[in-house]
């Protein structure tokens, strides 16, 4: 869902790999993560903070990546949804 970096040493050659992934899961995850931002006090304080740190638009891509990754693992463990599981390092 996220470009990966090219770097080393801390000198940055581009992204490696620009097609990462299905754009149209990238598209569902993306138009989830807003409406999970809907009324959502944690979810938008989670945002804010990785706003200040990485921009608006890579931060609904880190929150639309989370939650793909929640999604898998909900799947893959037949699980229900936890909001404190899932904002747990914070």
């Given at each position: 869902l996220v470009k990966c970096a090219n770097e080393s040493a801390g000198k940055k050659m581009g992204t490696s790999?620009?097609?990462?992934g299905n754009a149209h899961l990238?598209?569902?995850?993306?138009?989830a993560a807003v409406l999970f931002l809907r009324g959502n006090?944690?979810?938008?304080?989670?945002?804010?903070?990785?706003?200040?740190?990485?921009?608006?638009?890579?931060?609904?891509?880190?929150?639309?990546h989370k939650l793909g990754r929640a999604v898998y693992f909900m799947m893959k463990r037949n699980d229900v949804?936890?909001?404190?599981?899932?904002?747990?390092?914070q």
């Open positions: 790999g620009s097609k990462i990238k598209w569902a995850f993306s138009e006090k944690t979810a938008q304080d989670y945002l804010d903070k990785q706003t200040k740190k990485f921009g608006k638009g890579k931060a609904l891509s880190i929150l639309a949804f936890d909001m404190n599981y899932f904002f747990r390092s």
